[in-house]
T-cell receptor
Framework: EDQVTQSPEALRLQEGESSSLNCSYTVSGLRGLFWYRQDPGKGPEFLFTLYSAGEEKEKERLKATLTKKESFLHITAPKPEDSATYLCAGRVKAETSGSRLTFGEGTQLTVNP | EAGVTQFPSHSVIEKGQTVTLRCDPISGHDNLYWYRRVMGKEIKFLLHFVKESKQDESGMPNNRFLAERTGGTYSTLKVQPAELEDSGVYFC?????????????FGPGTRLLVL
């Protein structure tokens, strides 16, 4: 059964304190590992897609990396506005156009000023 | 470009009533997905449309849920009759097929509370 597990469930940081969020996955025929950000009362907002081990992508203070078993979301010198729930999702092999995402439960990040 | 929109944003109904949720995907997106998040759990897949056809409905919990996408544009998800365990947030997402590289964009969700 496809499964995505995120850790920690919650993380509190001081502004400027760098850290990493973990996403481990067991998804058969993975065709993309996705990171989304979700603010309270809103839908998931797309951040990154990683397709192969060793791949890295960056956006402002965020950098996502991928290995064969897990992905990390590194947050460098976070600011209070980075506070949100970060979701990881795996996409299974697509037999046809498009396919489902399997989500983890998310990491709730709070950055204190 | 307008994003995915969903209506209503909130719905409170009594057990046994019917509720219909609507999703308008991003213009030109053939793929449309429904997901839901129940309290304390992860977001889970419900079903996937390609244009007006149901591509994968393996995540639908039971036959009280009916999804349609007439004309391949907007989609509706009807719950009839609603049960307490149907409470949660229902998300819609859409994407444009790009071979092996597809990004799903999510709407703001409909928060459903069944009393």
């Amino acid at each position: 059964e496809d499964q995505v597990t995120q850790s920690p469930e919650a993380l509190r940081l001081q502004e400027g304190e760098s850290s990493s969020l973990n996403c481990s996955y067991t998804v058969s025929g993975l065709r993309g590992l996705f990171w989304y950000r979700q603010d309270p009362g809103k839908g998931p907002e797309f951040l990154f897609t990683l397709y192969s081990a060793g791949e890295e992508k960056e956006k402002e203070r965020l950098k996502a990396t991928l290995t064969k078993k897990e992905s990390f979301l590194h947050i460098t010198a976070p600011k209070p506005e980075d506070s949100a729930t970060y979701l990881c999702a795996g996409r299974v092999k697509a037999e046809t156009s498009g396919s489902r995402l399997t989500f983890g439960e998310g990491t709730q990040l709070t950055v204190n000023p | 470009e307008a994003g995915v929109t969903q209506f209503p944003s909130h719905s409170v109904i009594e057990k046994g009533q019917t509720v219909t949720l609507r999703c308008d995907p991003i213009s030109g997106h053939d793929n449309l997905y429904w997901y839901r998040r129940v309290m304390g759990k992860e977001i889970k897949f419900l079903l996937h449309f390609v244009k007006e056809s149901k591509q994968d409905e393996s995540g639908m919990p039971n036959n009280r849920f009916l999804a349609e996408r007439t004309g391949g544009t907007y989609s509706t998800l009807k719950v009839q009759p609603a049960e307490l365990e149907d409470s949660g947030v229902y998300f819609c997402a859409s994407s444009h097929p790009r071979g092996g590289q597809e990004t799903q964009y999510f709407g703001p969700g409909t928060r459903l509370l069944v009393l």
